[in-house]
């Protein structure tokens, strides 16, 4: 019996005409095909993701935030301001990153 996920890969093949997987012995490996259908489906389990956020968290701002700054900026200027944002939006997960490129 085929399980629920192999069915739904057959019937999408089914549905582009092509095979996305080679299914040798013990492997599976992607196809050209599924080479190139494979960022489409990343952009769209990445675009389910954001939908579940959005509906799951409401209109709070929520998810991550990459911020990108010289280090003293990181260090300096921002820990105050941060600890505000934080207090105001405690669902937003902030990342840094320190940038050496002032130019920006």
Do not use: C, W
């Not at 990108?68 to 990181?74: D, K, N, Y």
């Amino acid at each position: 019996m085929q399980s629920n996920v192999t069915s739904q890969i057959k019937s999408l093949e089914a549905e582009l005409g092509s095979p996305l997987f080679d299914r040798l012995a013990k492997r599976v490996l992607l196809t050209e095909a599924g080479h190139r259908f494979l960022p489409y489906a990343e952009k769209a389990l990445a675009a389910m993701e954001q939908g579940h956020r959005a509906v799951k968290l409401g209109t709070e701002p929520a998810g991550p935030l990459h911020i990108g700054a010289p280090e003293s900026v990181l260090a300096y200027r921002l820990p105050e301001v941060l600890k505000l944002f934080r207090k105001r939006y405690p669902k937003v997960e902030l990342i840094f990153r320190p940038d050496s490129d002032t130019t920006n």
